[in-house]
């Protein structure tokens, strides 16, 4: 942008908002009107500079020489004649420019707006910085709001609303250059709500109870813009829709509002209102009755009936886990405490170890095979009972909590299955292991005692043989007297020794 074109409609905005002047612009002329001499010398340099022609200041008697506009007194008006646009494009320079062009019928599809650095795109407007050229193509004009808006005094929607709905809700409009479109967005799309303007221009929302709002305080921030966009949007985009939008709107906005508010105060009760009409809207009535309720306590108590459900196979499979645990528990402590030489003991064991296990495994499929077949339910339900509940609703009453239950039985059944399975691992290992022989106990019976007397080979062989002493010999004795026995049994109980 050039700082001419800047310093121009700098001059021009300032003497605009100083309330000294009022300017005029159009696609192919700028009228400025109302100056003093020096103020007409300041604009008519600005123009020249930037590049428009046919430059002439005048007043009532006529046009002025330039080396006389210092002179002349109030009551002075430039006009110039602007470059020549593309076809199809429309631009401003001033702030007052563009409210003039906003305030009547949209003539081209393309707005060049002094100041504005990106695009601003409306169903049917592009707004665009000075000088860019982009490929615009402009979507379905929407219903007008003459449909359904009773208009008895002024202020009314209009019947151009597509220029005022923002392609994606999402983008903002907060610069400054956008100031007068924002201003007239908001007054123009909270009118087209309304179900009939009044002849002292306030909005009327029927109800029950009937309520209304002045069209004053019309400032919102960008979140509440945003809300509006949405809701405008929403309400407008099917015009065979139209009527039964628009009216579950307006009935919500008076059911849910403050009486007697302005315009911020209506653009407050827009969120509640619209996910209200949305869900009434769903559900294929005019207002949430008692089948809409009894539809969603039968959701939720069959959601409540499922969770229980669920629930107690979880605890189902606790008790099978630790009944499994303490089995196994008790397999082992027996496997090391009874007699090794039974030969059933083992194959017992691991049988006994098998069958718990696959008890385990059988309460986890189970309840594994009754979670796919509630989820198939929810899918089916989801788009054949309850296709009234958006997403959000949906996921809150129905899927987290369902999610929940589900997470709880995994965790139990992962944590019992690797407890099961690595008890059953130990059970067979244990099992399995070859019998260690008993080392035998030493005792006090005459055969041990015998072993201990008789001496071992290494101790004979280092046992020193007596001495040789002289041998007298004994008398011979009759082997029938009492010496001769007395003598006979003295020898054997020697040798005995």
């Given at each position: 942008?050039?700082?001419?074109?800047?310093?121009?409609?700098k001059a021009l905005n300032e003497l605009v908002d100083a309330g000294r002047v009022v300017i005029t612009e159009t696609r192919a002329r700028l009228a400025v009107n109302q100056l003093n001499?020096?103020?007409?010398?300041a604009i008519v340099d600005l123009l020249e500079a930037d590049g428009w022609h046919d430059v002439l200041a005048s007043d009532a008697g006529g046009e002025i020489p330039r080396n006389l506009?210092?002179?002349?007194?109030?009551?002075?008006?430039?006009?110039?004649?602007?470059?020549?646009?593309?076809?199809?494009?429309?631009?401003?320079?001033?702030?007052?420019?563009?409210?003039?062009?906003?305030?009547?019928?949209?003539?081209?599809?393309?707005?060049?707006?002094?100041?504005?650095?990106?695009?601003?795109?409306?169903?049917?407007?592009?707004?665009?910085?000075?000088?860019?050229?982009?490929?615009?193509?402009?979507?379905?004009?929407?219903?007008?709001?003459?449909?359904?808006?009773?208009?008895?005094?002024?202020?009314?929607?209009?019947?151009?609303?597509?220029?005022?709905?923002?392609?994606?809700?999402?983008?903002?409009?907060?610069?400054?250059?956008?100031?007068?479109?924002?201003?007239?967005?908001?007054?123009?799309?909270?009118?087209?709500?309304?179900?009939?303007?009044?002849?002292?221009?306030?909005?009327?929302?029927?109800?029950?109870?009937?309520?209304?709002?002045?069209?004053?305080?019309?400032?919102?921030?960008?979140?509440?813009?945003?809300?509006?966009?949405?809701?405008?949007?929403?309400?407008?985009?099917?015009?065979?829709?139209?009527?039964?939008?628009?009216?579950?709107?307006?009935?919500?906005?008076?059911?849910?509002?403050?009486?007697?508010?302005?315009?911020?105060?209506?653009?407050?009760?827009?969120?509640?209102?619209?996910?209200?009409?949305?869900?009434?809207?769903?559900?294929?009535?005019?207002?949430?009755?008692?089948?809409?309720?009894?539809?969603?306590?039968?959701?939720?108590?069959?959601?409540?009936?499922?969770?229980?459900?669920?629930?107690?196979?979880?605890?189902?499979?606790?008790?099978?886990?630790?009944?499994?645990?303490?089995?196994?528990?008790?397999?082992?402590?027996?496997?090391?405490?009874?007699?090794?030489?039974?030969?059933?003991?083992?194959?017992?064991?691991?049988?006994?170890?098998?069958?718990?296990?696959?008890?385990?495994?059988?309460?986890?499929?189970?309840?594994?095979?009754?979670?796919?077949?509630?989820?198939?339910?929810?899918?089916?339900?989801?788009?054949?009972?309850?296709?009234?509940?958006?997403?959000?609703?949906?996921?809150?009453?129905?899927?987290?909590?369902?999610?929940?239950?589900?997470?709880?039985?995994?965790?139990?059944?992962?944590?019992?299955?690797?407890?099961?399975?690595?008890?059953?691992?130990?059970?067979?290992?244990?099992?399995?292991?070859?019998?260690?022989?008993?080392?035998?106990?030493?005792?006090?019976?005459?055969?041990?005692?015998?072993?201990?007397?008789?001496?071992?080979?290494?101790?004979?062989?280092?046992?020193?043989?007596?001495?040789?002493?002289?041998?007298?010999?004994?008398?011979?004795?009759?082997?029938?007297?009492?010496?001769?026995?007395?003598?006979?049994?003295?020898?054997?109980?020697?040798?005995?020794?």
């Open positions: 942008m050039a700082p001419s074109q800047i310093a121009l409609a001499g020096t103020e007409a010398e506009l210092p002179t002349s007194g109030e009551g002075v008006r430039v006009t110039a004649v602007r470059m020549p646009l593309p076809d199809g494009v429309e631009a401003v320079l001033t702030k007052s420019g563009f409210g003039a062009l906003l305030d009547r019928p949209s003539a081209t599809s393309v707005v060049w707006v002094h100041g504005l650095r990106a695009p601003v795109e409306t169903l049917s407007v592009l707004y665009a910085p000075w000088g860019i050229v982009e490929p615009f193509v402009p979507l379905d004009a929407p219903a007008n709001p003459a449909r359904v808006v009773r208009v008895l005094g002024p202020s009314g929607p209009g019947d151009q609303i597509g220029r005022w709905l923002l392609r994606s809700s999402d983008q903002s409009a907060e610069v400054e250059a956008m100031a007068p479109w924002k201003e007239r967005a908001t007054k123009r799309l909270l009118a087209s709500l309304a179900q009939e303007i009044e002849s002292d221009a306030r909005l009327l929302f029927r109800g029950p109870p009937p309520t209304r709002f002045s069209q004053t305080n019309g400032s919102i921030d960008q979140t509440l813009f945003a809300t509006l966009q949405s809701t405008a949007g929403w309400v407008y985009e099917n015009s065979r829709e139209l009527d039964n939008r628009h009216g579950l709107l307006a009935a919500e906005v008076a059911r849910t509002s403050l009486r007697d508010g302005s315009l911020k105060d209506l653009a407050v009760t827009l969120p509640a209102a619209l996910e209200s009409a949305k869900i009434a809207y769903n559900f294929g009535v005019t207002q949430q009755s008692k089948d809409t309720l009894k539809a969603l306590s039968d959701l939720r108590k069959s959601v409540s009936d499922d969770t229980a459900k669920l629930s107690e196979t979880t605890r189902s499979l606790g008790g099978a886990v630790i009944s499994a645990v303490f089995g196994n528990i008790g397999l082992i402590v027996a496997r090391l405490t009874l007699p090794t030489n039974g030969a059933f003991i083992g194959p017992a064991a691991m049988l006994i170890g098998i069958v718990l296990t696959i008890y385990v495994g059988a309460v986890i499929a189970s309840g594994a095979h009754y979670i796919a077949i509630q989820r198939d339910l929810r899918n089916d339900w989801r788009f054949r009972l309850y296709r009234f509940l958006g997403d959000d609703e949906y996921n809150v009453m129905v899927t987290l909590p369902a999610k929940r239950a589900e997470r709880a039985f995994w965790g139990t059944a992962i944590a019992g299955a690797l407890m099961t399975v690595f008890l059953l691992i130990a059970v067979y290992f244990i099992a399995a292991a070859p019998p260690v022989s008993a080392e035998k106990p030493r005792g006090t019976s005459s055969q041990d005692a015998v072993e201990r007397l008789e001496p071992t080979p290494d101790a004979a062989a280092i046992t020193e043989a007596p001495k040789a002493e002289s041998v007298v010999p004994s008398p011979k004795l009759n082997p029938a007297s009492p010496r001769a026995f007395s003598d006979h049994s003295g020898s054997y109980l020697q040798d005995l020794k």
